[in-house]
């Protein structure tokens, strides 16, 4: 009788447990919904994995607005920057292996390794590549404004400042993830791409998955990406194929395959029988490495209010509801994805979409983990996220007008338009060609992107939105003693004219 009572009680919990699950997947599904309305979204995707089991998965919309092909479970997205906690996990795989320790100088790996700092180059840790507080500047203009070999990006990543100390702040830092790629190729001697196909996608059964971004178009079944222009709505926007920093954040994935990393991830390492990465190496991946200042972070902090948010290896951090939350979002050019775990809960959340910055992506971390971690059916996060946004949005906007009303109006340039022509240069950030045409300016960064420029006041010039930098820029060119054109500063950057 004992035993009969114990057996009804468990299917009882059970049966609880399952119509639990089944409400909050029906409040998921209907904030989706209503998000990717309200956010004009595209297509998306999303899973939510807990103790080992798929509690949540489904795909939405269109692949493009031109094509309206249908988003399915095989369908490819980016994974962007989530690609970094992929990459960690392959130098965890090393690490257990005996073949590398996080604490191991870079250089004893890459000995040609320089940075502008000869200190922070010489003592930099494998571990640093990782954490976004190696002291070094933000060097992302290296793959946005050119396409060159890995090698010779963080050849010319020794031309980023210092500015900061040692492992003494935090600038979020994509280049050195490529170095970590880098240091994967040189220990286990195969491309970096090709390890983690190996080790990780191959017994994690991610099929469909892509560990260079150009494979995509031979895989086929993806997604384009869109960008709502304030002007314009949404339109398609170019994809980007930028593979000398793979290792940063171009793999790609589709939500079948990414329901199997999820569920290694609540399994802490382990797929099946297989223990991919130890216990300890498993944990390291989410200790907190790097305190970040809130003001930093997230705009969804204003929401959440964490008491402390960090960074660890390829996982940003935060407590929420007395619980840390490992988390990464995926931002590049038209299209998102966000990735997180709370492991004392063993769910685990990941969301794919194809419009640019469509941070719905944070509403249903947040919403999912409500859910079916806290079991929580009363909160609703998509209004509250939306408005935030919203609120930046119009942020922006007053920004760009305050850049207007700060125009200095009916000024002409000190020379004739021509004389701002010519070839100009930069050690980090390659060759700008500028010609004129119709009276404005044509920029040419080393023929991998293009934008014209119409005149602003004085001798500054101002960038006309494009499909990939879609706030304007302002170009200030300085005159020398003789009145000639000697240097331009574009984004932080100052080029000397060459010719």
């Not at 590549?129 to 992302?140: C, E, V």
């Not at 919403?367 to 909160?379: G, P, Y």
């Not at 000190?414 to 060759?431: F, R, V």
Request: glycine letters at 6%; proline letters at 3%; a neutral charge.
């Amino acid at each position: 009788m004992k035993t009969l009572l114990l057996w009804i009680m468990l299917c009882t919990t059970i049966s609880l447990s399952y119509s639990q699950d089944k409400k909050a997947a029906a409040i998921l599904d209907e904030m989706i919904v209503t998000g990717m309305r309200d956010w004009k979204i595209p297509g998306l995707a999303a899973v939510v994995v807990k103790d080992g089991e798929v509690v949540f998965k489904k795909t939405y919309g269109i692949k493009s607005i031109q094509s309206k092909e249908p988003v399915n479970g095989e369908t490819l997205f980016a994974m962007a920057s989530t690609t970094k906690a992929m990459v960690a996990m392959a130098l965890g795989i090393l690490v257990d292996e005996g073949k590398l320790s996080w604490d191991d100088k870079v250089v004893k790996h890459l000995p040609d390794f320089q940075l502008s700092d000869p200190y922070i180059a010489a003592n930099a840790r494998v571990k640093d590549l990782l954490t976004h507080n190696l002291g070094i500047t933000n060097a992302d203009v290296l793959w946005t404004l050119d396409s060159v070999s890995t090698q010779s990006t963080l050849r010319r990543f020794a031309y980023a400042k210092a500015v900061y100390p040692l492992r003494g702040g935090f600038v979020y830092q994509n280049i050195m993830y490529a170095a970590a790629g880098e240091v994967i190729q040189r220990v286990s001697g195969i491309p970096w791409h090709e390890f983690v196909q190996e080790r990780l996608f191959t017994p994690l059964r991610m099929r469909r998955s892509q560990t260079k971004a150009m494979d995509i178009l031979k895989a086929g079944n993806y997604v384009t990406p869109h960008y709502d222009f304030d002007d314009g709505g949404i339109q398609v926007v170019g994809r980007n194929y930028s593979d000398q920093v793979g290792a940063a954040g171009m793999m790609w994935s589709c939500v079948d395959d990414i329901t199997h990393y999820l569920t290694f991830i609540v399994n802490k390492g382990i797929v099946g029988n297989d223990t991919l990465l130890q216990p300890n190496t498993f944990k390291t991946l989410f200790q907190p490495h790097t305190l970040i200042p809130r003001d930093q972070f997230y705009p969804t902090t204003s929401l959440t209010q964490p008491n402390w948010v960090s960074y660890g290896l390829g996982w940003f951090q935060h407590d929420y509801r007395g619980h840390k939350l490992d988390f990464h979002t995926g931002s590049l050019q038209g299209l998102v994805a966000i990735a997180g775990v709370i492991h004392k809960k063993n769910t685990a959340v990941y969301v794919f979409a194809n419009l640019d910055h469509a941070e719905l992506r944070h509403a249903i971390l947040y919403q999912a983990m409500d859910l079916f971690a806290f079991d929580d059916l009363s909160t609703n996060w998509h209004p509250r996220v939306f408005e935030r946004y919203q609120d930046l949005k119009e942020e922006r906007k007053e920004g760009l007008q305050q850049q207007i009303q700060k125009r200095v109006l009916n000024t002409h340039p000190s020379l004739e338009l021509k004389a701002y022509s010519g070839s100009y240069t930069h050690p980090l950030c390659g060759k700008l060609t500028i010609t004129m045409e119709n009276d404005v300016l044509l920029l040419n960064f080393n023929d991998v992107e293009t934008m014209r420029a119409d005149h602003w006041h004085f001798d500054t010039f101002r960038t006309v939105t494009n499909k990939r930098w879609t706030s304007p820029q302002l170009i200030r060119f300085q005159l020398d003693n003789l009145a000639k054109v000697e240097t331009l500063n574009f984004w932080g950057y100052t080029f000397t004219k060459s010719d």
